[in-house]
């Protein structure tokens, strides 16, 4: 399975078939055991009929490329970012898990029953079978509305001077709401009013509400310009995710059984990491709002303080029409694969239960 490339293919140098082989040995070998790869480890399990000195030459052109790189401490290679990036994009191989699948169903399952009335708390499960299947931090973002607005604006006066104003979303959701109004005011002028917020508010794009609500009421209800601009603001309140701010986390003491994190700059870095949650917030939203059902950033374009890290994130349906999206970070070292899988499987496995349907949506790799 190819993943979708993050940057376009001029990003990468262009590689012959045995160069490709070779760097994907490496790459599987040194996610593996965390050992810099020589070229005789290479010659022992690549599927080329190359010496190691042969073996060795490409690896010194892929270095020159800045596909790898040799540490100081040994003669072996490990990737570099770019060589990640290029063998998430091109060469890896998408690990089906169709046990685990099915293990992921049940337990998710029995989790959804126990839970169904905290999908808070079963979305914090998830994530914590994603980040004990893979021994990596797991997040979430929980579902958001990607399309927001009303279809009906009820006002209904309660006493001279207040009204309940009504407001229905596009899946139905009901929010009520008092305010306050000139005590002047006739049903003739509420009805007036009522009108014209169902002509100008509903079904339609609320970013550009404000500017154009005030620009048409000038001409048709001037006297109400300080009601429109609370009810304004109480449609954009009503249409917010109560949740639409928050980061689950679980998982993070992972980090600290990597050995690439015993550093304490480093291990300095990922506590503040934590204590910074509207990063990993950032991201998951951006991809969300892009729509890509996955993503796969590798070091720097992980969008984060912190060097590096990965992050891969899989976008999953909530009840009524929302998306969230679920994500594993760890060291550019992880077992991409078998993160990919668990993902996958477990975004739609989320899916089935908040939906009740299979995801649909095709992936795009």
């Given at each position: 399975m190819k993943i979708r490339s993050i940057e376009t293919a001029e990003a990468f140098p262009k590689l012959n078939e045995r160069q490709r082989l070779v760097l994907k040995d490496v790459c599987d070998s040194f996610i593996s055991t965390g050992i810099p790869v020589g070229s005789r480890t290479i010659s022992k399990f690549c599927s080329l009929n190359c010496s190691p000195a042969t073996i060795r030459n490409e690896m010194a052109d892929l270095e020159s490329m800045g596909l790898l790189t040799s540490p100081h401490t040994s003669s072996g290679r490990v990737p570099t970012e770019l060589g990640y990036r290029f063998f998430v994009n091109y060469l890896l191989e998408f690990e089906r898990l169709s046990q685990l699948e099915e293990s992921i169903i049940s337990i998710?399952?029995?989790?959804?029953e126990e839970e169904h009335q905290e999908k808070d708390?079963?979305?914090?499960s998830a994530i914590r079978l994603a980040s004990d299947f893979t021994s990596l931090t797991g997040m979430a973002l929980p579902p958001k509305k990607c399309e927001k607005f009303l279809k009906t604006v009820q006002i209904i006066r309660l006493f001279e001077d207040k009204v309940l104003l009504i407001f229905v979303d596009h899946v139905g959701n009901f929010t009520e709401h008092v305010l306050p109004i000139p005590s002047e005011t006739n049903d003739d002028d509420l009805q007036k009013l009522s009108n014209f917020l169902n002509v100008e508010v509903c079904n339609r794009?609320?970013?550009?509400l404000e500017p154009d609500l005030f620009k048409k009421s000038q001409r048709?209800?001037?006297k109400?310009?300080?009601v429109l601009s609370m009810i304004t603001s109480q449609i954009k309140k009503s249409l917010e995710n109560p949740v639409g701010n928050e980061v689950f986390l679980e998982g993070f003491i992972h980090f600290f059984e990597r050995k690439e994190f015993k550093d304490?700059?480093?291990m300095k870095s990922l506590i503040e990491l934590?204590?910074?949650k509207e990063e990993l917030l950032k991201i998951l939203v951006e991809s969300l709002e892009n729509g890509d059902d996955i993503t796969v950033k590798v070091g720097s374009d992980s969008g984060l303080a912190v060097a590096d890290l990965a992050v891969v994130t899989a976008r999953y349906q909530g009840p009524n029409k929302t998306f969230g999206r679920i994500g594993l970070i760890g060291p550019m070292r992880m077992d991409y694969a078998r993160v990919l899988g668990t993902l996958v499987n477990i975004s739609r496995t989320i899916s089935l239960l908040f939906t009740g349907a299979s995801f649909k949506t095709p992936l795009k790799f």
């Open positions: 998710l399952a029995r989790k959804f708390k079963f979305l914090r794009d609320l970013s550009t048709i209800l001037s109400f310009n300080s304490q700059d480093k934590l204590e910074r």
